[in-house]
């Protein structure tokens, strides 16, 4: 499937790349070979997924490979921006339009809608995300905020 079609109707449009570098390379080789290659974080061997999203401001499609959390077919999305003191953009374009989402994980993509969870519900996911990505753990330490953990769930 070519960059700029997606699975979710609510993706259709014009497609920005980063502009890190270093994540338009890997979404690019990931899409490109479905998974099979740039299929982990640089230098941890910890596996990514590919998350597709809509950009608040600028409309345009948006690409931001994240830590691959999965339980029971259901993602989460940790926005710890590596424990900055400010939430990551994705964050904001799926608090702006939650159901603009689509996930790959290796060849599969599906459209999704994320939800922020609070509680004991995001104590359970953060539990998973820590156990996948145990640098989260130390991202919290390193700042004020709460980091925020969305679902990506299946339409």
């Not at 997924?49 to 345009?60: E, L, Y």
């Not at 339980?71 to 964050?91: F, I, N, R």
Request: glycine fraction near 6%; proline fraction near 8%.
């Amino acid at each position: 499937m070519a960059q700029n079609q997606s699975v979710n109707p609510k993706l259709n449009g014009e497609y920005e790349p980063s502009p890190e570098q270093w994540v338009r390379d890997q979404v690019e080789t990931y899409e490109r070979t479905d998974g099979a290659e740039a299929n982990t974080l640089a230098d941890t061997g910890m596996p990514v997924v590919i998350f597709t999203h809509r950009g608040a401001k600028s409309g345009k499609i948006r690409k931001t490979p994240l830590m691959r959390v999965e339980h029971d077919g259901v993602y989460a999305m940790v926005a710890s921006k590596g424990g900055a003191p400010d939430h990551p953009q994705w964050y904001h374009n799926l608090v702006a339009d939650p159901e603009a989402l689509e996930v790959q994980d290796g060849p599969e993509r599906f459209a999704a809608r994320a939800r922020e969870i609070e509680g004991e519900e995001r104590q359970e996911w953060w539990d998973r995300a820590v156990a996948a990505y145990p640098p989260y753990a130390e991202y919290q330490e390193k700042t004020d905020r709460l980091i925020p953990v969305l679902l990506a769930e299946r339409i």
